[in-house]
């Protein structure tokens, strides 16, 4: 995004000039793999992409926060005295949850003004969200001089979101915004934060994002009910086994003592977290081999298990992933994020790319009614300040 398109609307929301101004920027990411195994102590194999939230930012000295966003409304200004107050819904709680956090672990931060704005879909599941909070927290952090580690980092805006937003999200999404690298996917323990960066080689292959269009709000949809589900499977599977989290539990040793969990639908969610666990870590095995035909179907044993087991696609998205499965040079698909909408993620051979964006498209507006949106998309760094040129 060019420089001077972001001076632009900053000096539209906030006046003065742009000589001062400092620019970031955080990515937005895909999940490859390993869907709702975070918050259940499993491993996620996410990628940064080269789509995300551009902001530029100055300090104010006027003991406010004034925010701005090119995608999102007009500006809003809040005192920075504590308590900050929510928000309603307004994308505002993402950063001035951040603010909160900051603040809360000691740090002084004074008036400033943020405009943002961004090419990254907002409620497609590819992590907006987290993008606004890592690129709060960094901007933050260089104005001010807070020298906070990148994990940190993640683990402070996981908890804006947490505890401010409301959303009981895992670690994945910030995680990846403020660590991934460019060319490269991680592999993330999300019990323990250890981490692997893999090679994301996908030769004469492309990954193509495809948003259904249906966005979703996570703090009202059912994601917090299976969250809940998974917490009393997990309370059920503690009677005969000492753990932690399901994504402990291997394949074999959750069917030897799954009978412990009498509530069906807590059967159901803790049959697919300890499962995807299990091929995340065959994925990422397979990306290492460069065994891209295995990876694609990992991929879509993925899907399959969030449709019946999870229960979080819905006609959208599994229109979406039915007809890329019957598309020519499809290697794998598979719905991505916390579902209820948003986005799927194919691995498509380059020469099919325009074939596959015709007839999944055609196939997606006969089903639902809806145009789909394709993004034939690179993988990109972690949150950062960057250095335009007009």
């Not at 380059?350 to 055609?362: L, M, P, Q, W, Y």
Request: include cysteine; proline fraction near 3%; charge should be negative.
């Amino acid at each position: 995004m060019e420089q001077s398109v972001i001076c632009e609307g900053f000096r539209s929301a906030f006046g003065g000039g742009c000589e001062n101004l400092r620019y970031f920027f955080a990515p937005g990411r895909v999940n490859l793999i390993g869907e709702h195994t975070d918050y259940n102590g499993g491993y996620v194999f996410p990628c940064a992409l080269d789509l995300g939230i551009y902001g530029a930012a100055r300090e104010n000295g006027l003991g406010v926060a004034r925010l701005s966003s090119g995608n999102a409304g007009p500006k809003t200004e809040t005192p920075l005295e504590s308590p900050i107050k929510k928000l309603g819904h307004s994308w505002v709680n993402y950063p001035m949850g951040v603010v909160r956090e900051l603040q809360g672990a000691g740090h002084a931060i004074n008036g400033f003004d943020l405009y943002c704005c961004g090419d990254l879909p907002r409620s497609a599941g590819l992590s907006s969200s987290a993008a606004i909070e890592l690129l709060t927290c960094v901007a933050l952090d260089s104005l001010f001089s807070l020298n906070i580690d990148p994990v940190e980092r993640a683990r402070l805006c996981q908890r804006a979101e947490n505890g401010f937003v409301g959303v009981n999200c895992g670690i994945m999404d910030q995680f990846a915004s403020a660590m991934c690298r460019e060319g490269q996917a991680v592999l993330l323990d999300c019990a323990t934060l250890k981490h692997e960066f893999v090679p994301l080689e996908l030769g004469d292959s492309t990954l193509v994002i495809t948003n259904t269009n249906k966005p979703r709000g996570l703090a009202g949809s059912k994601y917090n009910d299976r969250r809940a589900e998974c917490e009393l499977a997990l309370g059920s599977l503690k009677k005969a086994v000492e753990i932690e989290s399901l994504c402990e539990l291997t394949p074999t040793e959750f069917t030897r003592h799954k009978n412990m969990i009498t509530d069906p639908a807590a059967l159901k969610r803790a049959e697919h977290a300890v499962f995807e666990n299990a091929r995340t870590l065959k994925a990422s095995e397979a990306l290492k081999r460069n065994d891209l035909q295995g990876f694609g179907m990992l991929m879509n044993e993925s899907h399959i298990s969030l449709r019946d087991l999870y229960e979080v696609t819905g006609v959208e998205l599994d229109a979406l992933v039915s007809a890329a499965w019957a598309a020519e040079g499809v290697l794998g698909s598979r719905m991505t994020g916390a579902g209820f909408g948003g986005c799927t993620v194919s691995v498509v051979e380059n020469d099919a790319v325009g074939e596959f964006i015709k007839t999944v498209g055609r196939a997606y507006a006969g089903r639902t009614g809806l145009k789909a949106d394709f993004f034939a998309v690179k993988t990109g760094g972690g949150a950062r300040e960057i250095y335009l040129n007009d």
